[in-house]
C-alpha cells in the first residue's frame, strides 16, 4: 500500500522560499503522476501543481511564476518550492498521487494522500 | 482562478439522502467527465470518493453516488450516519490544470 509522507520546514521567512518534499513508501515513483495541495486553516482546497516522473509539470496559473516541481525517482521523492512567500502562503500542504483516466491519460482523482505538513510563513 | 461552487453546508438526519451540487463551467465540470469527490474530517487528509463522476474507489461505502448533468455534478450520500459528518470537496480537470470546489461542510443532525 503506497503512502506518501511530507517533510521540510515548518516555519519560513516573508519573501524567502518554501521547500517540501514528499517521500512515497510501499510503491515506485515512476509512471505516475504527483501532486501537491494546499489548505490554510479553516479554508477549502487549493491545487499548487503536478509532476509526472518524466519530469514534465503543470502549475496553477496563479501560482505559476512562483512554483517549481522536481522529482527524484532514484530516492523515490518528489518535492515543491515557492518563492517569495507571503503570510498567505500559510497553509497545510499536503502531497498525493493523482490517478489518470485509462484511456486518455488524462490525470484527474488524487488517491492516496500525505497526511499534510503545516507551513507558516511569518518573521 | 475560481473555485468551483459548492454549498456552503447541507445537512440531514441520519437515513436520510442528501446531494451536494458542484457547479462550473464547460471548461471544466462540462468539459470532462473527471470530476472527483473528498472527504475530509477535521484535521485529516481528504480522502478519495468517488472519481471519474461516477466511479467508487474499492473500500468505499456504496451508500455514496456521484453523477453529472451539464456544468453540475453532483455527490449523493444515502442511508446517511453520523460517521458521514464532514467536509466534501469536488476537483474537476480543466486543461492542464485542477480546480476544487470551496468545500461543504454536512452536518448529521
Known amino acids: 500500500q503506497v503512502q506518501l509522507q511530507e517533510s521540510g520546514p515548518g516555519l519560513v521567512k516573508p519573501s524567502e522560499t518554501l521547500s517540501l518534499t514528499c517521500t512515497v513508501s510501499?510503491?515506485?515513483?515512476?509512471?505516475?503522476?504527483w501532486s501537491w495541495i494546499r489548505q490554510p486553516a479553516g479554508k477549502g482546497l487549493e491545487w499548487i501543481g503536478r509532476i509526472y516522473t518524466s519530469g514534465s509539470t503543470n502549475y496553477n496559473p496563479s501560482l505559476k511564476s512562483r512554483v517549481t516541481m522536481s522529482v527524484d525517482t532514484s530516492k523515490n521523492q518528489f518535492s515543491l518550492k515557492l518563492s517569495s512567500v507571503t503570510a498567505a502562503d500559510t497553509a497545510v500542504y499536503y502531497c498525493?498521487?493523482?490517478?489518470?483516466?485509462?484511456?486518455?491519460?488524462?490525470?484527474?482523482?488524487?488517491?492516496?494522500w500525505g497526511q499534510g505538513t503545516l507551513v507558516t510563513v511569518s518573521s | 482562478q475560481s473555485a468551483l461552487t459548492q454549498p456552503a453546508s447541507v445537512s440531514g438526519s441520519p437515513g436520510q439522502s442528501i446531494t451536494i451540487s458542484c457547479t462550473g463551467t464547460?471548461?471544466?465540470?462540462?468539459?470532462?467527465?473527471?470530476v472527483s469527490w473528498y472527504q475530509q474530517h477535521p484535521g485529516k487528509a481528504p480522502k478519495l470518493m468517488i472519481y471519474?463522476?461516477?466511479n467508487r474507489p474499492s473500500g468505499v461505502s456504496n451508500r455514496f453516488s456521484g453523477s453529472k448533468s451539464g456544468n453540475t455534478a453532483s455527490l449523493t450520500i444515502s442511508g446517511l450516519q453520523a460517521e458521514d459528518e464532514a467536509d466534501y470537496y469536488c476537483?474537476?480537470?480543466?486543461?492542464?490544470?485542477?480546480?476544487f470546489g470551496g468545500g461543504t461542510k454536512l452536518t448529521v443532525l
Open positions: 510501499g510503491g515506485s515513483i515512476s509512471s505516475y503522476y
Open positions: 476537483s474537476s480537470y480543466t486543461s492542464s490544470s485542477t480546480r
Open positions: 498525493a498521487r493523482e490517478g489518470d483516466d485509462i484511456l486518455t491519460g488524462y490525470p484527474n482523482w488524487f488517491d492516496p
Open positions: 464547460s471548461s471544466d465540470v462540462g468539459g470532462y467527465n473527471y
Open positions: 471519474e463522476v461516477s
